[in-house]
Structure formats: structure tokens, C-alpha cells
């Protein structure tokens, strides 16, 4: 761990499962953190199993978002076991991460009012499903269920065609990047007045916030959202069109760039017709408008169309497969990807560099109960 790293010397105790919690622990990890992961006695974290694919016996997916962390595992409806945590956690911790039911760690002793009577200096970050107030706030969260209930799978899919889920778990991980921001912050302002405190973050608050533009122009009078497939509701064009031998997005995002997306169609009329010459007006006329350029476009080939629109300065870009994504010499050039120390499988970083850098990921996922020792030596203590 390089003490060059902006969270060099803080010690994070993680106590959840699955990912939202563990991806803001990687986040944390990754930015120089020591994370102490804590998972139930028996089979561990839930995400473990989340394959295949099996890496050492543990999901990829579970490597992913647990890297560079230590790991132990603890019962803790057992009273010792529980007090052993405690301790460890009053005499080095920094941060307590959690995402358990609400009312597990009170239950043992471990919510954010009794370990900050007894540490003031200590900042805890809860992370739960529909968040610590209101009628739900004891509900069970998983990221489709965030997505059904927060309108964002009601507008996401193609139109006439039913909802669909957002294929990867963004309120999961979104909120593990909130949970990051909220510690990081909290963490700032202990340097300030040394006063400690608790973080909220749940996964419905993210699905709100992803919502923000279809929400603000709900609330200013406009219609309910729809389902625009690749498209969105208050830019056109700004979506994927078949070409010959491919499909390219285009994001011609203002009337100056429709107007050269117009002559490169060799359609330079359209832009000056009074259904298409704003974008308020594309909006209000998409269903005529769409498939005039849609007709242009099959006709030609997907490098000759980008080629064409390339040149004119209108932003566009081939639809890529993962793998393809991952073979792009620019994702290369940014070295985002790489395998983790010690020979683990392979993981996206951080998406973010510090004077040119980028923080390596910060070591491999723990095996279980891999770091036993460290809650063996408080509960000795205990004993």
C-alpha cells in the first residue's frame, strides 16, 4: 500500500455481503484503505457463490469487488464473537461500512449510536435498500427490485415492448460509490472539528438520483417518460441506427450538428423544414423524423458511415460487443483493466487518476477467514 495513496493509513472494517457495500470497500481499498472484510460464519459472503465463472473457488464477480481486503469471518449473534468485533473495531477503526438488515447490528451491539458513544471520533457508513427512514425502510433491496419500484425499468426498453431491466446492477454499484463519496467527505470534515458520524446511502436514493432528468421534467408539466429503446426523450436524434453491415449511434445533439448530419445524408432539406429545424421541434416530430434518416443511413456501410460523419464532427461510434470493448486499443491505452496481484483474475480499476496515475487495484480477494488472527487477538484480549 502506497502511502502516496489519498486514504494511506485509514482502517475501514467492512461488515456485508453481495455488492453494494463490497464495491464502495474495493473503492476504499483501492484508494489506499486498509478494509477488514467481515462475513457470517459458514459460507461467507453470498457474492462467493455468484457464478459461474469460479476463480479459487470464489465467484469472479466476488474478486471483482472485494479485492485488496482483508477477511475474517464472524457470528455475530455470538456474544463474545461479538464483543471481539467491538473491540477491534474501538481500537483501530476509522470506518465501519455496512449493508446488513436493518436492526443486526444494534442487535449486537455494533450500531452506529453505541460504537460512537464509545469512539465519537468513529464515522459509520450504513447502506441499505430503500433507506433508514419511511414505510420501507426495513424492506429487503436487490438491484432489479431498486429498478422496478424507482421508474427507471417503466421507461427503459423499446416502445410496445414491456420494461426492462437495466442489465447490470447500477443502483448496487452507484450506491457503493455514494457510500465512497459520503465516507471520503465525512472523512474530511473529521480533520476539521475531529467529530466522526453516520453516512445513510441506499440503493433508492441512487435509482432517484439516475432519474433526475426524466424526474425534473416530469415535475415541470412534461409528459410521463417513455420507452425510446436506444434513444432519450429530449434529444433527437441522439440514438442507434441500422447501417448496412452494422448499427451506429449517432449523437447529433444540437441543430448545428443535425443540420451536418443532414448533408452528409445528402437530406440537407430536412434541416431547414420547420418540423426539424430546432430540437424542441425533432422532439415533438421524432416519429416523422426518424425514419427518414434510419432510410438514408441502411444504405450505406457502418466504416463509410462513420467515416462520413467523422469528418463532418458529428459524434458517433459503432455499437461494441464486451469483448470488443475490451480489445479497444483505447481501453488499452487507459489501462483500466488488469489482473489482480498474486495471480487473481483479471478487473476493471478505478475510473480515476490522481497526477497521471491511476491506483492499481490494491491486492487479491481474501479466502475466507483468511486473516483470522487479527479478530483471534481481540477476542483473546476479551477473554
Not at 450538428?257 to 420547420?274: H, Q, S, W
Not at 418540423?275 to 426518424?290: K, M, P, Q, Y
Not at 480489445?327 to 488488469?338: E, F, H, K, N, R
Request: net charge negative; with cysteine.
Amino acid at each position: 500500500m502506497s502511502d502516496a495513496l489519498p486514504l494511506a493509513g485509514r482502517f475501514v472494517v467492512e461488515i456485508g455481503h453481495s455488492l453494494a457495500g463490497p464495491f464502495a470497500g474495493a473503492i476504499l481499498a483501492d484508494l489506499g484503505a486498509t478494509v477488514l472484510k467481515v462475513e457470517a460464519a459458514g459460507k461467507g459472503d453470498h457474492a462467493r457463490g455468484w457464478g459461474p465463472p469460479f476463480v479459487d473457488g470464489a465467484a469472479a464477480l466476488f474478486h471483482a469487488v472485494n479485492r485488496g481486503k482483508l477477511g475474517v469471518v464472524a457470528e455475530l449473534r455470538d456474544p463474545a464473537t461479538a464483543a471481539a468485533l467491538r473491540q477491534l473495531i474501538l481500537d483501530r477503526a476509522d470506518v465501519v461500512l455496512q449493508n446488513l438488515k436493518v436492526g443486526t447490528l444494534e442487535a449486537a451491539g455494533l450500531g452506529a449510536e453505541q460504537l460512537i458513544a464509545a469512539k465519537p471520533s468513529l464515522i459509520m457508513c450504513n447502506i441499505g435498500a430503500f433507506g433508514r427512514v419511511g414505510p420501507r425502510r426495513e424492506e429487503p433491496g436487490y438491484d432489479p427490485l431498486i429498478q422496478a419500484a424507482s421508474g427507471l425499468m417503466d421507461m427503459n426498453g423499446h416502445p410496445g415492448a414491456p420494461p426492462a431491466r437495466v442489465p447490470v446492477a447500477l443502483n448496487d454499484l452507484g450506491t457503493g460509490v455514494w457510500a465512497a463519496l459520503g465516507i471520503v467527505s465525512a472523512l474530511l470534515r473529521r480533520e476539521r472539528d475531529g467529530r466522526g458520524g453516520v453516512v445513510d446511502v441506499s440503493l433508492y436514493e441512487t435509482a432517484l438520483a439516475w432519474m433526475t432528468v426524466p424526474v425534473a421534467d416530469l415535475l415541470a408539466g412534461g409528459p410521463a417518460p417513455q420507452r425510446y429503446g436506444s434513444g432519450v426523450s429530449n434529444i433527437v436524434p441522439y440514438q442507434t441506427f441500422a447501417a448496412a453491415d452494422g448499427t451506429l449511434l449517432v449523437a447529433a445533439g444540437n441543430d448545428l450538428l443535425f443540420g451536418r448530419l443532414c448533408r452528409v445524408l445528402d437530406l440537407a432539406g430536412l434541416a431547414e423544414d420547420a418540423r426539424f429545424a430546432t430540437n424542441g421541434a425533432r422532439v415533438e416530430n421524432r416519429d416523422a423524423l426518424i425514419p427518414l434518416l434510419a432510410g438514408a443511413m441502411a444504405r450505406r456501410t457502418l466504416a463509410e458511415l462513420s467515416a462520413a460523419l467523422r469528418e463532418a464532427g458529428i459524434p458517433c461510434g459503432p455499437v461494441q460487443d464486451v469483448a470488443q470493448a475490451l480489445a479497444d486499443p483505447q481501453t488499452a491505452a487507459l489501462g483500466i483493466v488488469s489482473a489482480l496481484p498474486g495471480g487473481g483474475p483479471s478487473t476493471v480499476g478505478l475510473p480515476i487518476s490522481f497526477d497521471g496515475r491511476r491506483p492499481a487495484p490494491a491486492g487479491p480477494a481474501p479466502r475466507l477467514g483468511e486473516h483470522q488472527h487479527l479478530l483471534r487477538a481481540c477476542e483473546e484480549e476479551k477473554a
